[in-house]
């Protein structure tokens, strides 16, 4: 099976390109992935052609709001370019699987703001993902009890107090077993429809909003100049 994933959510991005065993990676530096993801795609698929994947996997947040946009847009454009299926991956699952273990999961990443972005895995077969205070999540953990897995010096920080196990941040290919795993069981998006797994909906939507005001008070201007 031939497959790439794109991973730019978090501060550090990355593609890794998989084939029969062989894994080539990339790693893209933080706040260059518009610039560097294609030149690194080509890199790691070393003149395999797009059109010859099997599939390529996106992970579509939560993170970064500019990161999660451009690895989605881009693997977008590439599974409809090439008629290749796209699948598309939970960050925070991925962080789930890094960490390994049985039993419930409980991963999170830093949201700001107070606010912590949390998954729980393995209490349904249902993903469950939420924005949560502290105190939220504290009476989640009491409740399901299960591992408290963060990948951030700041996260581990604040929530001090409950347990939290510190791994690595996640990278892409961390997400390669869970992207075979959605292949196998034909779990697809639809890439005229996907979009970042933001969590934090309204924020976002409040951005879009600022930046076609600003876009459309740009252009009157420009219409009212002589």
């Not at 591992?147 to 196990?165: H, I, K, Q």
């Not at 690595?168 to 997400?175: I, L, N």
């Not at 933001?198 to 100049?225: F, N």
Request: glycine fraction near 10%; proline fraction near 3%; charge should be negative.
């Amino acid at each position: 099976m031939r497959i790439l994933v794109v991973d730019t959510c978090g501060a550090v991005g990355g593609v890794v390109f998989a084939e029969d065993g062989v894994v080539r990676e990339a790693e893209i530096a933080g706040r260059s992935s518009a610039e560097q993801l294609i030149p690194a795609v080509r890199t790691v698929m070393d003149g395999v052609a797009v059109a010859r994947l099997d599939a390529i996997a996106v992970v579509n947040g939560p993170g970064s709001f500019t990161g999660v946009r451009v690895g989605v847009s881009a693997a977008k454009g590439l599974a409809e370019a090439a008629a290749v299926p796209l699948i598309a991956l939970s960050r925070l699952a991925v962080l789930a699987a890094k960490a390994g273990g049985e039993g419930v999961m409980h991963a999170v990443l830093d949201a700001g703001r107070g606010e912590f972005y949390h998954g729980m895995f393995g209490a349904s077969d249902e993903r469950q993902e939420e924005l949560v205070s502290r105190a939220e999540l504290a009476a989640s953990l009491a409740e399901w009890r299960g591992r408290l897995v963060v990948c951030e010096e700041a996260a581990a920080g604040a929530l001090d107090g409950l347990n939290p196990v510190l791994v690595g941040s996640p990278r892409a290919a961390d997400a390669l077993a869970l992207a075979a795993r959605a292949f196998e069981a034909g779990e697809f998006a639809d890439a005229a429809t996907l979009d970042g797994n933001y969590l934090r909906r309204a924020e976002v939507e409040m951005l879009e909003r600022q930046k076609s005001h600003q876009k459309s008070h740009q252009a009157q201007a420009a219409a009212s100049r002589p």
